[in-house]
């Protein structure tokens, strides 16, 4: 276990369908985040688990968005009827007690 | 909501020189950390620094964190090609979260 996987690497849908990414963390990582990153900017916070808790959503998760992490282990992250707008790099991260974030190399979406 | 600023937004240089890139932030913080983001691809932790440190160093990084001015400075000492990527601060708040927020980021070009 190397670090944190991230899949799909790239996701091209049409607007309107529904789509999952999935992240798998450093094992034994318990807190996962999903940040989303638009061209040009930092990385937007989305969500937050520790163990299988979600403990923070941003306003930024609509009601379109969810994400679950089933056993505190994998997280998935849903977007429903997705639209141009939801275009972004959706990055997830992981980190132990002490800080210091390992990332994943994102899921990037394209809604056409 | 971006809680850090870098600045500039952009970095010009020639390989062999010092690049210094600065974040200033906006609340009590625990840490600042730094990140390195090549193109389309994932964060990558570089250096974290305590609220009660005022200098770091890593090889060929140095950073310095004032609480008083809020503000943050990264410093990439004799440059290589291989250092041109963009360079995120991200703070984590005083109070217990452990949500960090990210700046809009550096993006450096080292010349060979």
């Known amino acids: 276990d190397t670090g944190v996987s991230q899949d799909p690497r790239h996701k091209i849908t049409k607007r309107g369908q529904n789509v999952t990414f999935r992240c798998d963390p450093i094992s034994e990582h318990n807190r996962l985040y999903w940040y989303r990153q638009t061209l040009g900017q930092g990385p937007e916070f989305l969500t937050y688990f520790q163990n299988e808790a979600q403990l923070e959503k941003s306003r930024l998760l609509s009601d379109r968005f969810s994400a679950e992490r089933p056993k505190g282990s994998f997280s998935t992250l849903e977007i429903q009827r997705t639209e141009q707008g939801d275009s972004a790099m959706y990055l997830c991260a992981s980190s132990l007690e002490d800080p210091g974030y390992t990332f994943g190399s994102g899921t990037r979406l394209t809604v056409v | 909501s971006q809680q850090g600023e870098e600045d500039p937004q952009a970095l010009s240089i020639q390989e062999g020189e010092n690049a210094t890139m600065n974040c200033s932030y906006k609340t009590s913080i625990n840490n600042l950390q730094w990140y390195r983001q090549n193109s389309g691809r994932g964060l990558v932790h570089l250096i974290l620094?305590?609220?009660?440190?005022r200098e770091k160093h890593s090889g060929r990084l140095r950073v310095t964190l004032d609480t008083s001015k809020k503000s943050s400075s990264l410093l990439i000492t004799a440059s290589r090609a291989a250092d041109t990527a963009s360079y995120f601060c991200a703070t984590l708040p005083s109070g217990g979260s452990y949500i960090p927020t990210f700046g809009r980021g550096t993006s450096l070009i080292v010349h060979p």
């Open positions: 620094i305590r609220s009660n440190e």
